[in-house]
């Protein structure tokens, strides 16, 4: 895997591969980056990464200007590999080891971009869960989103929140925002 984009383009992304990690793959990343490109500046975003595995989602993030990443996963070596690659690079992400709903349960914190890419694994109604706990406790920014990568075979357009999907290859992205917003 590597950087796609932003300061370190082309930078590649060795993880351990005793990891249990699906990373994101490099065209699906660049056709994500390139919709929220039109969409956001980078300067003052605020981003959560949700399952974050090996972090290829914070450090395309980092690489184009953001400077506010928290990355959560509940496997240590992925923290730590996180940890360590930010380090290396002089990157500010704050990688944290929890349960993905224990952390939304307590956060207080807002986001302007929430990315989560769970386990494929992960039915309907535990991908739900996901967006359902992002919204209802208000974690995204007026004007955020919510991206929840997840595979073709699950249709997650009947959420009232929903906003659009993008295939690509075997992965969907659905794109949801918070419409309950005055």
């Known amino acids: 895997m590597r950087i796609i984009s932003g300061k370190f383009k082309g930078k590649r992304l060795i993880a351990p591969k005793k990891l249990p990690v699906r990373p994101t793959t490099d065209m699906a990343k660049e056709g994500l980056f390139n919709i929220l490109n039109n969409r956001f500046y980078w300067d003052g975003l605020k981003v959560l990464d949700l399952f974050a595995g090996t972090g290829n989602i914070s450090f395309e993030f980092a690489s184009r200007g953001v ?7 509940s496997f240590a070596g992925c923290i730590q590999y996180i940890a360590k690659t930010a380090k290396e690079l002089d990157i500010a992400i ?3 080891k929890s349960d993905v709903f224990k952390y939304l349960n307590r956060t207080q914190e807002r986001f302007d971009i929430i990315f989560a890419d ?47 999907a993008r295939k690509y290859g075997g992965s969907v992205f659905s794109f949801f925002e918070n419409k309950s917003r005055p």
């Open 118 to 164: 769970p386990p494929y694994n992960f039915d309907v109604d535990q991908l739900t869960q996901i967006v359902d706990s992002v919204l209802e406790r208000k974690l995204l920014e007026d004007g955020g989103v919510l991206i929840l990568e997840h595979e073709e075979q699950k249709d997650l357009s009947a959420n009232k929140q929903f906003m659009e």
């Open 67 to 73: 400077e506010e990443i928290i990355a959560v996963d």
């Open 94 to 96: 704050t990688a944290i």
